[in-house]
């Protein structure tokens, strides 16, 4: 079992950064594969983000190529998104999960879901 908490959202202005994290509890963590999603309203949620156990491989959708950067830490158990450039197209519930199954952006194969954290952007 893990439990996840994520934090850092926030307001940021357009063109502006924000460092979101997600500490999770449980010994297991630096075995599962991560990946931050993110759901607006009456959209679908989609993986922004993911990295493997051990940080080799790292996913990132078009939207976050080039401004997002994904970075784990087994020995704190956290994993953290920095988001760079943030733009209209970036409001959304941001959630961590673990990947459970055999794809990394596919949200029904990731559980044990935080909560999320509500990241605004104002232009």
């Known amino acids: 079992q893990v439990q996840l908490v994520e934090s850092g959202g926030g307001l940021v202005q357009a063109g502006g950064s924000l460092r979101l994290a997600c500490a999770a509890s449980g010994r297991t963590f630096s075995s599962y594969d991560m990946g931050w999603f993110r759901q607006a309203p009456g959209k679908e949620r989609e993986c922004v983000s993911a990295?493997?156990?051990?940080?080799?491989?790292?996913h990132f959708s078009n939207s976050g190529k080039g401004r997002f950067i994904i970075a784990r830490d087994n020995a704190k158990n956290t994993v953290s998104l920095k988001m760079n450039n943030m733009n209209p197209e970036d409001p959304a519930v941001y959630f961590c999960a673990v990947l459970l199954r055999a794809s990394l952006v596919a949200a029904s194969d990731y559980g044990y879901w935080g909560q999320g954290t509500q990241v605004t952007v104002s232009s």
């Open positions: 990295i493997t156990w051990n940080g080799a491989i790292m």
